[in-house]
């Protein structure tokens, strides 16, 4: 079974648990949380210096001249809805709702606000919040940690990532540089001046360490790349640095959804007890996309958008008709507990360790990469724009990076059961301890990548650049304090397990 389909089942099934009012009311609250973050489209923002080119690439990714040239418009909210409708927040707190989408006219209104809604496919994957302040660093300051607060992803765009940049960047949250890409503009006509090289070496200098990653775009190019017809200039589109930019965010997107399954099914076989007794009806037309899958199946198809239909919707043309049978892993049966059952989650996430024993992001693999396009709207995300990636032979690990990777691939299993200890130990305080441990394992894993394996294969460099930013992340999540950040740490971990059974089984 696909990711997707598999991503498809837990959303309904935990659509149901909700539903159901059977989960105890901590958990609940919980449940919808995930569920919320599976059925909402990834909340994408757009930073940076004014004139930097956010709105040329708020355009881009949407597919459509949402804002055009020469109109200048506050922070805006783009988000998917049946009908265009603008909600204007104006300087007195008053809100003045235009039931249809015209720049000019919501220009005139001077509002300090915008959300926009509008029927984009793009819209059903991503939101766009672009964010517009003054000139002054201090603003800039204020309105970038704003927004970081209401976004996954951040493209921060820039001419040249200055000093004055690279001060308000890194205050920003680690979290958020996680999450974040340095976007380059105006990418042809440094080519033009000859500046282009020189520029995008500098800024990668300059800001390797606080991005997830550093792209160049011709913003300009990769829109005029897109046909009146509605086909794209796959050609135009990859050497504008489009293709590129769709793919990572993409790959985000993905990731994000990826992290929220895990975490979803876990749950759902805690209280595997509990939902039992919900009635035992075909669940997946309750979950299906208001739109008829034949109406989807085209958006995400070679001629279509990538960033298309919302993440629950990806697998919409597989309709799942019958989810397989899922098996029970070695759960005996025993008499009906309300209380979790702590073993059988940790032999959950063994599960879905295995299951889901696919390359990182079978989404972008170059096969179905090279479908990539040009406008989230209605592109197909060509592989990742570099000349190599659609002929990358499949890596053959060396013999002392096999070895390492099996050696930390036994050590996450062997350190299941301990989890599952501590699940059943700790009580009210297992989250804790799980999160504890989890620190630890994580930073084990680091520590023997770090020291073993050969230090010229580049699957090693790559997996040991993970699994030190997930070290980070779970330090993160320590901080925060949070119970669900326990199974998020867990989730981490399976990650990096993912990544070794998918290099391993290369």
């Not at 919980?30 to 489209?41: G, N, S, V, W």
């Not at 708020?58 to 783009?78: F, H, K, W, Y």
């Not at 989230?376 to 032979?393: F, I, K």
């Amino acid at each position: 079974m696909s990711n997707q389909s598999l991503g498809n089942r837990i959303q309904s099934e935990l659509e149901q648990a909700v539903k159901s009012g059977l989960l105890p009311d901590s958990v609940q609250q919980k449940a919808e949380q995930l569920l919320t973050r599976l059925q909402k489209p990834v909340r994408l923002a757009l930073l940076g210096m004014p004139g930097s080119g956010k709105s040329t690439l708020l355009n881009l990714l949407v597919g459509s001249d949402v804002i055009p040239e020469g109109v200048r418009l506050p922070t805006l909210q783009l988000v998917y809805g049946a009908h265009p409708k603008a909600t204007c927040t104006l300087s007195d707190g008053s809100k003045t709702v235009l039931n249809d989408v015209d720049i000019v006219e919501i220009a005139a209104l001077s509002p300090v606000f915008v959300e926009i809604q509008m029927p984009h496919a793009a819209l059903r994957k991503i939101s766009v919040l672009e964010v517009v302040a003054p000139n002054d660093p201090n603003a800039i300051h204020r309105a970038s940690h704003w927004a970081a607060k209401r976004s996954e992803v951040a493209l921060w765009c820039t001419r040249g990532y200055n000093e004055t940049e690279q001060r308000i960047w890194g205050t920003m949250p680690d979290l958020t540089k996680d999450h974040a890409f340095c976007m380059i503009t105006r990418a042809d006509y440094l080519k033009t001046e000859g500046l282009f090289e020189a520029t995008v070496g500098a800024v990668k200098l300059a800001a390797r360490d606080e991005f997830n990653e550093v792209l160049s775009i011709a913003t300009t190019q990769a829109i005029a790349a897109r046909r009146p017809d509605g086909t794209v200039d796959k050609d135009a589109m990859r050497d504008s640095g489009g293709s590129a930019l769709i793919s990572a965010v993409l790959k985000q997107v993905e990731s994000g959804r990826q992290s929220a399954v895990d975490m979803a099914d876990v749950l759902l076989h805690q209280h595997a007890d509990i939902l039992s007794q919900i009635d035992a009806e075909p669940t997946v037309s309750e979950t299906v996309p208001e739109e008829p899958a034949a109406e989807e199946q085209p958006v995400i198809s070679q001629e279509d958008t990538p960033l298309a239909p919302a993440p629950a919707e990806v697998a919409a043309p597989e309709p799942e008709p019958e989810p397989e049978p899922e098996p029970e892993p070695e759960e005996p049966p025993k008499p009906v507990e309300v209380k979790p059952a702590a073993q059988d989650a940790i032999s959950r996430l063994r599960e879905i360790a295995r299951r889901k024993n696919v390359s990182r992001d079978p989404a972008f693999q170059p096969e179905q990469t090279k479908t990539d396009a040009p406008s989230v709207e209605q592109a197909e995300v060509p592989a990742p724009a570099t000349a190599e990636a659609p002929e990358e032979p499949a890596e053959t690990l060396t013999p002392a990076t096999r070895e390492a990777y099996e050696r930390v691939l036994t050590y996450i299993e062997e350190r299941g059961s301990e989890l599952a200890s501590a699940m059943e130990e700790h009580g009210d305080g297992a989250p804790a301890e799980i999160m504890a441990m989890t620190a630890d394992h994580v930073q084990w894993m680091c520590d023997y990548l770090n020291t073993h394996g050969d230090d010229a294969d580049s699957s090693l460099i790559r997996v040991r650049d993970a699994a030190f930013d997930a070290a980070d992340m779970v330090q993160l999540m320590q901080m925060e304090k949070r119970d669900s950040a326990a199974l998020e740490a867990v989730s981490l971990m399976l990650q990096i397990k993912r990544e070794l059974q998918a290099d391993l089984a290369a």
